[in-house]
């Protein structure tokens, strides 16, 4: 099936291969989040170093899309600061794999696609709210990440 | 219905007018999820416009013409399922909305006031959620304890683990699936239940995927307690039976309270109405339950050892070969004469919303997923499988898509 809109060499080849897959002991932020439709199911790690993330790790079991997406985003998200990525976009991460065409075909599949998006928004947000006591640098993540499927 | 002839599938195929949709860039539909649900013929969808064209009325109380009209038909429809499944009274078939209903129904109204602290509830691992999570709230409000049974390499019960159960003695009920939704497995269910009689525990026997599958008669099973739905044997959804014994349903608390399951009230007690209408409080779904009737006359008319053998000719055709495509592996029995015509299945490294999305683009629909059965997809040690599931109209040409798109999966997935 050459051409297939999904299921690219890449995604194939994430899905196989992720990236950083694995676990951080006792991480800064630490987020479990799971599709129950689907049972796509990952642990989120990231720890901080003041407000520059240092290190990202993912584990879990996850459908290709699911599994190629959270590669892509501790890939993106390396080394950037808690700021930058706060504002980060779905549709960036989903340009960044060719997947901006499921918002719109695929409202089952977006899910798998934005399942680590939505925990690392809620990572960062209970980091900001429970362990910095920073409400306001939380912002509204919370709901940005309930809102994003 | 055509003549008899022909294969089953191409006698009732014409009956059902969606199969004839196509989807996904004009494929023609494949649809393989009747564990879910089934497609419902002609002679049900034009029950339910007849019902509300010609007949619709509340039941049981107003003396107008409409109300006898509609009253009389429900109740037609309880005793062609008492019939159906060879109850001989037809007061003990209670309608519900569906077999969750039905079990939570019991787990309430027998459960509460049967099962105390100390006492055991034994259930399986290839449960359904419905027949799991009920229990788990009876046990831990009563403090009694939930056992499993666990099954084998095959996806079949352990029952010697059963045995282990009763022989404490403190086994008040056993909840079994009398088909497992998701490895199509065949629970020996007179084995099961006598086993529990001589030890004097109950058995509630989740029906879901066996009566719309093959002849079930209660009479002859034994049990206690047996549920089923309706949209899972070409029947509307919104309507399920739970059958108990009559003097079970007697010794038992209301489940609900409400209009039509009272005979006195006063202002601070209340009588209870005859069996069935004192677990049928409110006004029920009277169109789907008059319309259920179509369905138990369309598998009536066909014949539910035809049903069976159907399911079991196309089993084994699919299981054949199904293992051929590469890196497939099927869970379950494996077995037609052990299994219903279900067959859950993965490919080595492929989550199984990828098969699926794959495959729908052929028009062919299963069900990925969890299937509502957590416990059983821990034991398997994956997140979800395939399952693709079959009906009366399910015909080998349908099954060859399937298998056509499962070997496009392992090539995209160059397993």
Redesign the interface.
């Known amino acids: 099936?050459s051409g297939?809109p999904?299921?690219t060499e890449m995604i194939?080849e994430y899905?196989?291969n992720p990236s950083n897959f694995g676990k951080i002991e006792n991480p800064q932020i630490h987020r479990h989040d799971s599709n129950p439709?689907?049972?796509?199911?990952i642990d989120l790690y990231v720890n901080v170093d003041g407000t520059k993330i240092t290190d990202v790790k993912f584990d879990g079991?996850?459908?290709?899309?699911?599994?190629a997406c959270t590669s892509v985003l501790t890939e993106m998200i390396q080394n950037k600061t808690l700021d930058e990525v706060k504002n980060f976009q779905k549709d960036e991460l989903l340009a960044e794999l060719g997947l901006e065409h499921l918002i719109k075909t695929?409202p089952v599949?977006i899910k798998?696609a934005l399942l680590s998006l939505k925990a690392l928004k809620y990572g960062i947000y209970s980091y900001f709210t429970e362990k910095m006591n920073d409400v306001k640098a939380a912002g509204n993540l919370k709901e940005e990440a309930a809102s994003l499927y | 219905m055509q003549s008899t002839t022909q294969s089953l599938d191409t006698q009732c195929r014409s009956d059902f007018p969606v199969l004839e949709r196509r989807v996904r860039d004009d494929k023609a539909l494949v649809y393989l999820d009747n564990a879910a649900t089934t497609q419902k013929p002609i002679q049900v969808i034009d029950a339910i416009t007849d019902y509300y064209k010609n007949h619709n009325s509340n039941i049981h109380r107003a003396v107008h013409a409409l109300a006898e009209e509609s009253t009389e038909a429900f109740e037609v429809t309880r005793t062609k399922i008492a019939k159906f499944l060879n109850v001989e009274k037809s007061e003990e078939i209670i309608f519900v909305k569906g077999t969750t209903e039905a079990i939570n129904l019991v787990a309430n109204a027998w459960g509460r006031d049967n099962v105390q602290k100390g006492d055991i509830v034994v259930t399986t691992e290839y449960e359904h959620h419905s027949n799991i999570v009920p229990w788990q709230l009876l046990t831990q409000e009563t403090g009694a304890e939930l056992r499993y049974v666990d099954i084998d390499d095959n996806g079949e019960l352990m029952l010697e683990q059963l045995d282990e159960h009763l022989a404490t003695g403190k086994v008040k009920l056993v909840a079994v699936s009398h088909v497992s939704n998701v490895l199509g497995t065949i629970t020996d269910i007179k084995k099961v239940i006598k086993k529990c009689k001589d030890a004097g525990a109950k058995v509630l026997v989740d029906g879901a995927q066996a009566v719309p599958h093959m002849k079930v008669d209660i009479a002859n099973l034994d049990c206690d307690f047996y549920a089923f739905s309706a949209h899972k044997m070409l029947g509307p959804t919104g309507v399920g039976v739970l059958w108990a014994r009559k003097e079970l349903l007697e010794n038992m608390k209301p489940y609900q309270g409400g209009g039509d399951m009272i005979r006195e009230v006063h202002k601070q007690e209340t009588t209870w109405n005859d069996l069935p209408y004192k677990f049928e409080a409110g006004t029920p779904n009277v169109a789907d339950v008059i319309c259920f009737a179509a369905a138990i006359d369309y598998l009536t008319k066909i014949g539910m050892d035809n049903v069976r053998n159907h399911e079991i000719e196309l089993t084994k055709y699919a299981l054949e070969k199904m293992s051929k495509v590469k890196g497939l592996i099927i869970y379950g029995p494996k077995d037609t004469q052990r299994q219903g015509g279900v067959i859950s299945f993965n490919f080595k490294?492929?989550?199984?919303?990828?098969v699926a999305?794959?495959i729908d683009k052929n028009g062919v629909a299963i069900r990925?997923?969890?299937h509502c059965a957590q416990v059983l997809?821990e034991k398997l040690d994956v997140?979800?499988t395939n399952r693709a599931s079959f009906y009366i109209y399910t015909t080998k040409q349908e099954v060859d898509v399937l298998i056509d798109s499962l070997e496009?999966v392992a090539?995209?997935?160059?397993l």
Request: some cysteine.
């Open positions: 099936m297939d999904i299921y194939i899905s196989r439709l689907c049972g796509d199911s079991k996850g459908c290709a899309i699911c599994m695929s599949r798998c | 490294d492929v989550h199984p919303h990828d999305t794959i990925s997923g969890h997809m997140a979800a496009q090539k995209v997935f160059k």
